[in-house]
């Protein structure tokens, strides 16, 4: 390292002062490219495994012996320790090299999803899929990191995120038909392993491929970095949801008034509490979520609005998944194929940002009118109460819903990395992917309790009014996002801020695409 290299250093010191900048020279475009597409395939694997245990649930529910409330832990003990470990993993990804991160979560996931498939123990299995959240949660932030690194241009960028967001659709889709066939023809297990015999090679092209670093990547000391993880502070978050995910499905079990419903939501709010007065008194670089984030303009709000895209799918997904193989006894393969239009229409308005139409229009409105698709979507569902309604009522309400979510989900997204600097790429996508997770596990958790209690008053699941008392919960919840989207998002924020970000990093961003609005980036991410 030369020594203008040290001239160059602030002065300002901190607990987490850097001792070392490196620099790497651009990756071809060839080796770019290559990249983008294991980044994609892993972000497919994800979703194809979450999606494909979907169509499984039903078999899983019975090898297990799980409770009907119980089965919600088959998605939410991934879901759970993935959203928690989100905010480290972004932490770990911009303070060490997140090419190792990227690497070593694929490898310790793949070698989990082997271990998956030879499960016979209901626990074990969901600890396995607990610990595997925690690996899959070291790929996500350091991938988002990694493609910004890789692509800075702008207009790149936007097409590299937007194709990472596609790809996931597409293994919505894809996991949907290969979970179904599977347990059909196969077995539940091969969908872990197929996903391991995917991982391993791709790990293996991407510790060749991927440069030790992409970016202008600052080194500290070693209990400097370790400090800034903040893993009392994790730890905190996690436990919190966990028990709160407990008290809401042992609610419909032993009563929402017994011992072991309250105190376990009584003790969770109270650590949720703990954990936001703890990262109050930590130093901005050593915080999980630095306090001042939430000061950022319109953070908070899209923060919140990342709860919604995945809370309506998983429910959806859930619900008719249960009901079609355990009620209507359609095979596996058939609910699935019937669930194609969810992920069809989610991996086509993937591709929204490409319509000039709608890259115009603030991200405001964008997701405003995400939600009120959703919305109608769910009014659909509540009405459809027998087989013989698909095509009227559940058909147009998986269009309508499906392309609401997406188009909630992108415009977010990209609005939350707008609002932020560059530099804070890995934390920015933890949290937003963080939010998704969370709205997915606790979603679950409280539309299967309220279906399980309503079931339990009302002869079973067969009469679907436990289904449409799902429903209507999970529309009063997105009615109250949408409202406080159209309060408290504000519409002159983003493009000052984006250009203050620009201006302290140095970037080379036309503004004027900036300030053009701050829904669909035209080339700025």
Request: proline letters at 4%.
């Amino acid at each position: 390292m030369d020594s203008s290299s040290l001239d160059n250093k602030s002065p300002e010191t901190s607990v987490c002062d850097v001792d070392v900048v490196v620099e790497r020279p651009a990756p071809s475009n060839a080796r770019r490219y290559t990249l983008l597409f294991i980044f994609c395939i892993t972000q497919f694997l994800y979703t194809l495994t979450n999606s494909a245990l979907f169509s499984a649930i039903p078999s899983l529910v019975r090898k297990f012996d799980f409770a009907q409330s119980q089965s919600v832990w088959i998605i939410s003990a991934y879901q759970l320790t993935f959203a928690s470990f989100l905010l480290m993993s972004g932490k770990i990804s911009d303070i060490y090299n997140p090419k190792y991160t990227f690497i070593t979560g694929k490898f310790i996931l793949a070698i989990l999803c082997i271990g998956l498939g030879f499960v016979s123990d209901g626990i074990l299995f969901l600890a396995l899929r607990a610990l595997s959240g925690i690996a899959a949660s070291l790929t996500v932030p350091s991938a988002l990191a990694l493609l910004v690194g890789l692509f800075p241009e702008p207009k790149h960028q936007a097409a590299a995120i937007a194709a990472f967001g596609a790809w996931g659709a597409i293994g919505i889709v894809l996991g949907l038909i290969t979970g179904a066939f599977f347990v059909e023809y196969v077995s539940w297990s091969w969908v872990f392993w197929f996903v391991s015999t995917v991982i391993i090679p791709t790990t293996l092209i991407s510790a060749v491929l991927i440069p030790s670093q992409t970016k202008n990547v600052v080194r500290k000391s070693g209990f400097t970095r370790f400090r800034s993880l903040d893993i009392i502070g994790i730890l905190i978050l996690t436990v919190a949801v966990i028990l709160f995910i407990f008290g809401v499905t042992t609610g419909s079990i032993t009563g929402w008034g017994s011992a072991m419903t309250v105190a376990p939501l009584v003790i969770s709010i109270a650590m949720t509490a703990a954990f936001f007065c703890w990262e109050a008194f930590q130093p901005s670089e050593c915080a999980a979520v630095p306090p001042s984030t939430w000061f950022i303009p319109n953070f908070s709000v899209l923060f919140g609005t990342s709860l919604l895209p995945y809370f309506w799918w998983a429910n959806v997904f859930t619900t008719y998944a249960s009901l079609w193989q355990d009620v209507y006894q359609w095979s596996a393969m058939s609910s699935a194929i019937h669930m194609l239009p969810i992920g069809i229409t989610a991996f086509v308005f993937s591709f929204a940002n490409r319509v000039n139409a709608l890259s115009g229009m603030n991200a405001k409105w964008l997701i405003f009118s995400g939600a009120l698709m959703m919305m109608t979507a769910l009014v659909l569902f509540a009405f459809a109460d027998g087989p013989h309604k698909y095509w009227s009522l559940v058909f147009p309400g998986f269009l309508i819903g499906s392309a609401g979510a997406m188009l909630t989900n992108i415009s977010a997204n990209i609005a939350m990395f707008r609002a932020t600097p560059p530099s804070t790429a890995g934390t920015v996508g933890a949290i937003f992917n963080c939010g998704l997770q969370l709205g997915s596990a606790i979603g679950l958790a409280a539309v299967g309790s309220i279906q399980a209690s309503v079931q339990n008053r009302n002869r079973g699941p067969s009469n679907y009014e436990g289904q449409a008392a799902g429903f209507w919960f999970m529309l009063v919840c997105i009615c109250i996002a949408a409202i406080a989207i159209l309060v408290f998002y504000r519409t002159d924020a983003t493009g000052s801020r984006v250009e203050k970000a620009a201006v302290s990093a140095g970037s080379e961003i036309d503004v004027s695409e900036i300030e053009k609005g701050d829904g669909f980036p035209e080339g700025t991410v």
